[in-house]
Structure formats: C-alpha cells, structure tokens
C-alpha cells in the first residue's frame, strides 16, 4: 500500500514569497491534515478536512495560509506572503475517517526555509 | 484546551539499561498515540492505545494508558543505539474534533 506522498521535500524561499505544496493522502482516506512542526516542537495541526470540506481550521493563520482538496483526494497548502517564522516542516497525513478511527499516517513532509 | 505533557524531554542512556518517557494530557480523551521521529524523516506510528488499562509491546518497547490518571508510559527495555530518535505522544479527543494534540516529544540517544 503506497503511503502519503508530499512535494516538494525541501523549499527556500525569501520572505514575502509565496509558496505552495502538495500532498497525496493514501488511497480511501476520507481525512486529510495539514500540521506545522518548528523545529524541537510536536506538529501543530494546521487545518483538517474531511472529504473535500473542512472540518477544523481554527489554527490556521488565514491571512496568509490557505489550502484546498477540490475533489476530495489530493490537497494543495499555500503561504503567501511567508515569513521568516513559517520557516518549518508541513507534514501532510491521511486517516481512514476521523469519525470511526482516526490512527493517522505522515507523508515524508516539506522543510520550508524562509531567509 | 486539551495539552499534553511529555518528560523528559531530553533523554541519554547506556545500552542496555531500562527507561521510561512519561506523557500527562489535561482532558479526558478517547485515545493516546505514541510515534517515532528520526531525524530528517516524517512521524512512524507506534501504538495506539484505545481504553484504559490497555497496554501493548513491540519489541524493546511497550506502551500503557491509566486514563483516570491521564498518563501514558512508554517503557524502554535494554536499549538498543536502533531506538535513538525523538518519541511522541498525542491525543484525541471528540471534543476538539478528535484532531492529534501533540507532546513536544522525547529526544532518546541510547549511547553504545
């Protein structure tokens, strides 16, 4: 069974650029999350959705992240513009649906570096 | 809000001997996650523990869940160099949309 894919796997960008990654969650996964993890911290969830809709995006800094699943498979995360503090990892994981169980399984992530 | 503990946070021993990593959470929640980090690498699933008093092994590892206590242990045996990697525990609750709350994880260097 293939796992989470994510790209790019490194990214350097100045500050005040955009950027954006992809994510594709494992085959039947109805959940999707976007997490931030800085470095020497757990991961942060950013934003879950369920499907192609969300279900939580309450940590998620709107004015400058946004992200999409249009048809409910894979998913795109967008910064712009970053800042020298989005410098991290965005992991992307996939579980089965977070309603019946909700063990979740991590992509490879994306190290951004905002200089 | 629902936090969630871990300690140490920083930990270096001997092969061989014996350890555990601690991980307190401050709500009730329906079930505890532990995962392995190496460096440079994405987050590995280790045990997932579903009700109190559940305990499961794998290997040199083995994890447990006392839920009226809201601690989790994951218990080294005679470590191995193998195990060095940063170790997490995180949460869910249905609460807060069963979304993973995450420890701020366990550096383990098991030194030959």
């Known amino acids: 069974e293939a796992g989470v894919a994510q790209s790019p796997r490194y990214k350097i960008i100045e500050k005040r650029q955009s950027v954006a990654f992809w994510c594709n969650p494992i085959?039947?996964?109805?959940?999707l999350y976007w997490y931030q993890q800085i470095l020497g911290q757990g991961p942060k969830l950013l934003i879950q959705?369920?499907?192609?809709?969300?279900?939580?995006d309450s940590q998620l800094p709107k004015d400058r992240f946004s992200a999409e699943r249009l048809k409910g498979v894979d998913s795109t995360l967008k910064i712009q513009p970053a800042k020298l503090e989005d410098s991290a990892v965005y992991l992307c994981?996939?579980?089965?649906?977070?309603?019946?169980?909700?063990?979740?399984?991590f992509g490879p992530g994306t190290r951004l570096t905002v200089l | 809000e629902l936090k969630v503990e871990q300690n140490p946070l920083f930990l270096s021993m001997q092969e061989g001997k014996n350890y555990t990593i601690y991980c307190n959470y401050s709500?009730?929640?329906?079930?505890l996650y532990w995962y392995r980090q190496d460096p440079g690498k994405s987050l590995e699933s280790l045990f997932v523990?579903?009700?109190?008093?559940a305990v499961k092994q794998e290997g040199r590892l083995m994890a447990s869940l006392d839920t009226k206590a809201r601690l989790s242990t994951l218990h080294i045996t005679a470590a191995v160099h193998d195990l060095s990697a940063t170790y997490f525990c995180?949460?869910?609750?249905?609460?807060?949309?069963?979304?993973?709350?995450f420890g701020a994880g366990t550096i383990l260097r098991v030194k030959s």
């Open positions: 709500t009730t929640s329906d079930r």
């Open positions: 994981a996939s579980s089965l649906d977070w309603r019946i169980y909700n063990e979740q399984f």
């Open positions: 995180a949460v869910d609750n249905m609460e807060y949309g069963n979304k993973l709350v």
């Open positions: 523990l579903l009700s109190n008093g």
């Open positions: 085959s039947g996964h109805a959940t």
């Open positions: 959705f369920q499907n192609n809709g969300v279900v939580d």
